[in-house]
């Protein structure tokens, strides 16, 4: 069986994108990319160089480009301060009393809670959110408005 330089390009894919699959390393993608260039330029007649300099600008480029969209992007909050992993950020509590040291007991969802104030200033009692949590201690800062 004689299989022309297409067919290797595709195989290349395939591993690629399966590399992918089972890292998540979405640069791995982008190099995929790069080779179906080179397969296509392989179906249209090109050289073995013709392919390799595709593969090369088409997969670089794309990972470049990713990289340079990516960079640009703000970094990600950090997981005790994400709404995305903990639904109680954001969310407004009631603080009666503050102790001396900035920390109170508060009620949330039907438990009793340790917090501390974040915010700048002296801590008042009143209406306060979750910026943060650390262990089991909620850091509040005051409501807005």
Known sequence: MDWSFATWWWIATGVLVAAELATGTFYLLMLAIGSVAA??????????????????VIGGGATAAWHFKRSRQPAAAAANANRDVNLDIGERVRVE????DGSA??????????????????????????RSIEGNRLVLDRAPG
């Open 97 to 100: 009393l503050w102790e001396a």
């Open 39 to 56: 397969a296509i330029a392989a179906h249209l007649g090109f050289g073995y160089s013709a392919q390799l300099v595709a593969a090369a």
């Open 105 to 130: 007991r508060i009620s949330h969802r039907g438990a009793a809670w340790s917090a501390r104030f974040g915010g700048s200033g002296e801590p008042q009692p009143g209406a306060h959110v979750i």
